[in-house]
């Protein structure tokens, strides 16, 4: 059975990979986004990139997300299995 949050958190952490320096290890689900260096450009390209990735479009949220767990519970309820590729995601994390 696949464990939506981790499938999830990696998806996050492969595009936070593009726009930061920070290693993976780093990119928790505690972690803070502004600790990351992610401001709110970043975070407004970031959110496109995971929209693009899974061909979503997500509402805007009235509080935006503050930790890297707050934006994971933001795309999790987006996600449909049917269409990632999970083998993908694996080997990237």
């Given at each position: 059975?696949?464990?939506?949050?981790?499938?999830?958190?990696?998806?996050?952490?492969?595009a936070l990979a593009q726009y930061v320096d920070a290693p993976m290890e780093q990119m928790t689900?505690?972690?803070?986004?502004?600790?990351?260096?992610?401001?709110?450009?970043?975070?407004?390209?970031?959110?496109?990139?995971?929209?693009?990735?899974?061909?979503?479009?997500?509402?805007?949220?009235?509080?935006?997300?503050?930790?890297?767990?707050?934006?994971?519970?933001?795309?999790?309820?987006?996600?449909?299995?049917?269409?990632?590729?999970?083998?993908?995601?694996?080997?990237?994390?």
């Amino acid at each position: 059975m696949i464990d939506i949050e981790n499938l999830t958190l990696t998806l996050v952490r492969n595009a936070l990979a593009q726009y930061v320096d920070a290693p993976m290890e780093q990119m928790t689900l505690g972690a803070s986004l502004q600790d990351l260096q992610v401001d709110s450009l970043t975070l407004a390209e970031l959110l496109f990139e995971i929209e693009d990735r899974l061909g979503i479009q997500m509402a805007d949220s009235a509080t935006p997300p503050k930790t890297v767990g707050d934006l994971v519970a933001l795309v999790m309820p987006h996600i449909d299995l049917d269409k990632i590729d999970v083998s993908q995601l694996k080997n990237a994390a």
